[in-house]
C-alpha cells in the first residue's frame, strides 16, 4: 500500500513522458499543492543529468518531489545532498535487512548513490517559477528491479546486488516520511552543516585522488570534502585547495 504524508499531494501516472517534465507542466497550470509527488510506473522520455537518457522500466522507481520554497536558489543545491543522504539510508536499511554482508552504499559528488561502485539511483535537481512562487523539483530514480543499460557508468539494481524485491509504491512510502522530516527541519533551520557531515561520512572517494570534469577541463587532486555551497574540494599538486561547484567526478 502506498502511504505518504497528509501535507503531499500524490498523483500517479502508469506512463509519462518524464516524472520532472510532468511537473514542470503542473506547476505551470498553477494547481500544484506546495508539497507535491509525482510518480509513474513508466517513463518514455526520462532524462538524467546533462540531458541524459534515463532508461525508466516499469518496476523501477520514478519519481519528482516539487515543493514550493522561497529559499534562494544557490542554497536549493543543499537538496541534492539531503536526498542523496535520505535515499542511501532507506536503501542501506533494505540491504541489512536482506543480506547478512554489509555492503557499502556511497555518495558520488554530486547526485549519485552507489553500491559497491556501481550506480542504483541517481538525482536531478531543477527549479521552476510561475506566478512569484518558486517550486524546486527532486527527480529520483532508483534502480529497484531492472539495471539499465548504460554504455559509460557501471549500474546495478537491488534486484541484482541482494535479490531484494521492493516495489516503487514500497519505496516511496518507506522513504518519504524521512526525507519530509529533513526536509522540514532544513527549511526551517538552514541545518546544511548536518547534512553535509552526513554525506561526507558516505562520500565515495574521500581523501583519494580523483578527476574531476568542469564542462571544460579535467582537474586532478585529492578529494578533501564539500564546502558550504556543496561544491568539491580538491587539493592540487601545489597543495593549494580549490572548490568546484559544477562538474563530474570521473
Ligand atoms: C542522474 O543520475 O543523471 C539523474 C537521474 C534522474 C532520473 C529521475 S527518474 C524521475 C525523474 N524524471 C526524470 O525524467 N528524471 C528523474
Not at 83 to 94: C, F, M, N
Not at 130 to 158: C, F, M, R, W
Amino acid at each position: 500500500m502506498l502511504t505518504v504524508p497528509k501535507d503531499y499531494n500524490l498523483t500517479t501516472f502508469k506512463q509519462i513522458d518524464s516524472t520532472n517534465d510532468a511537473a514542470k507542466r503542473m506547476v505551470k497550470s498553477g494547481d500544484l499543492a506546495r508539497k507535491a509527488l509525482i510518480l509513474a510506473e513508466e517513463q518514455t522520455s526520462g532524462y538524467g543529468q546533462r540531458g541524459r537518457v534515463w532508461e525508466s522500466l516499469k518496476g523501477n522507481l520514478h519519481l519528482s518531489i516539487v515543493l514550493e520554497t522561497a529559499k534562494p536558489l544557490q542554497k536549493l543545491q543543499e537538496l541534492v545532498f539531503l536526498t542523496a543522504v535520505t535515499v542511501s539510508d532507506y536503501i542501506e536499511k533494505q540491504l541489512s535487512q536482506s543480506l547478512d554482508v554489509k555492503l557499502n552504499v556511497k555518495l558520488k559528488w554530486p547526485n549519485d548513490v552507489l553500491i559497491n561502485s556501481k550506480k542504483v539511483a541517481g538525482i536531478l535537481l531543477e527549479t521552476i517559477k510561475h506566478q512569484e512562487k518558486q517550486y524546486v523539483i527532486i527527480g529520483i530514480g532508483v534502480n529497484l528491479a531492472h539495471t539499465p543499460s548504460v554504455s559509460d557508468q557501471v549500474v546495478t539494481s537491488l534486484k541484482e546486488i541482494g535479490d531484494i524485491e521492493i516495489t516503487p509504491e514500497e519505496f516511496l512510502s518507506g522513504f518519504i516520511s524521512q526525507f519530509n522530516t529533513e526536509y522540514d527541519n532544513w527549511q526551517q533551520n538552514n541545518h546544511f552543516d548536518v547534512i553535509r557531515s552526513m554525506w561526507q561520512q558516505r562520500a565515495y572517494n574521500l581523501s583519494k585522488q580523483v578527476m574531476i570534469y568542469d564542462g571544460t577541463q579535467n582537474i586532478s587532486g585529492v578529494f578533501c570534502g564539500i564546502d558550504q555551497r556543496g561544491a568539491i574540494i580538491l587539493e592540487l599538486s601545489n597543495g593549494e585547495r580549490t572548490a568546484i561547484d559544477y562538474g563530474k567526478l570521473l
